[in-house]
């Protein structure tokens, strides 16, 4: 059974580009929810897709989008990035029934300059 | 909505010393509750979790944690805190899935010879 695994690992990107970053969740977990953790801050939920819907957001402005697949694989959107997007981006699985427990990733370190 | 305080964000602790790291939580609604470890440039690992039930619980690496309904709270503790138990802590809270939680700032945790 594979965990949560995301890439890249790291990204340094100028303002005002676009950025993607993707997950792949755990096996047979249908849920992937997308974190922001800034520096010496704990991690603020963008939002939450089941079975390729959006399934919820936190308060993060429409330049911050997603998706997730048939495969239950997801990816992040961040367009005209500023330079308070640098932060670890964190996705998290998890299962229908088991909804009580999330599976995260190592995370995305994004630098914007 | 939501909020956690974790309300030490720095505790220092001997080696093999006990340790309680404090978290209160507000939320009008039945609630989840998490501890979770999170080491240098790496994901958040989940420690325990407050479901229903019993109000103390018990989770990986000798930790538990008690559910205070009336204080809103849900402290951490360790009877014997070793140096590899140094990293930082984090507390959240759900009211639907885990996947959509509410996390503190997080507690530092620094376990010294």
């Known amino acids: 059974e594979t965990g949560v695994t995301q890439s890249p690992t790291h990204l340094i990107k100028t303002r005002g580009q676009q950025v993607t970053l993707r997950c792949s969740s755990q096996?047979?977990?249908?849920?992937v929810s997308w974190y922001q953790q800034a520096l010496g801050q704990g991690p603020q939920f963008i939002f939450q897709?089941?079975?390729?819907?959006?399934?919820g957001r936190g308060n993060f402005p429409p330049r911050f989008s997603g998706l997730q697949f048939p495969n239950y694989s997801s990816e992040l959107n961040v367009n005209a990035l500023e330079l308070d997007d640098s932060a670890l981006y964190l996705c998290?699985?998890?299962?229908?029934?088991?909804?009580?427990?999330?599976?995260f990733g190592q995370g995305t370190r994004l630098t914007v300059v | 909505a939501q909020s956690v305080t974790q309300l030490d964000s720095q505790v220092p602790v001997f080696e093999e010393a006990p340790v309680e790291l404090r978290c209160n939580y507000s939320?009008?609604?039945?609630?989840?509750l998490f501890w979770y470890v999170q080491y240098p440039n790496q994901g958040l690992q989940l420690l325990l979790k407050?479901?229903?039930?019993?109000?103390l619980v018990k989770g990986i690496n000798g930790f538990e944690a008690e559910f205070n309904k009336s204080q809103t709270s849900f402290h951490l503790r360790k009877p014997s805190v070793h140096i590899s138990d140094t990293a930082e802590y984090f507390c959240?809270?759900?009211?639907?899935?885990?996947?959509?939680?509410?996390f503190g700032d997080g507690t530092t945790l620094t376990v010294k010879p």
């Open positions: 959240a809270v759900s009211n639907t899935n885990a996947g959509k939680s509410t």
């Open positions: 407050y479901l229903s039930g019993s109000t």
């Open positions: 998290a699985s998890s299962a229908t029934g088991m909804n009580t427990e999330a599976f």
């Open positions: 897709y089941y079975r390729e819907e959006e399934n």
């Open positions: 939320s009008s609604v039945s609630v989840y």
């Open positions: 096996s047979g977990h249908n849920t």
